[in-house]
């Protein structure tokens, strides 16, 4: 835009950035809150695998 100064146009993709960081780190923080409750479902399934 040529209205924004260069600092808003800093500051708005360092919030960008930001916005994005957060959200990865909730979908990973998610994902292994699920493979925890999958590890505790699939206990028989790791004991057959062992073997192989």
């Known amino acids: 835009m040529p209205q924004m100064s260069p600092l808003n146009w800093l500051t708005f993709n360092i ?3 930001n ?3 957060i959200l990865l780190n909730f ?3 998610y994902s292994m ?3 925890m409750k999958q ?3 699939n206990k ?3 004991k057959l695998n062992w073997k192989w």
């Open 33 to 35: 809150i699920y493979k």
């Open 44 to 46: 028989n399934y790791y």
């Open 15 to 17: 919030i960008f950035f």
């Open 39 to 41: 590890s505790l479902n």
């Open 19 to 21: 916005l994005f960081y």
């Open 27 to 29: 979908i990973n923080y």
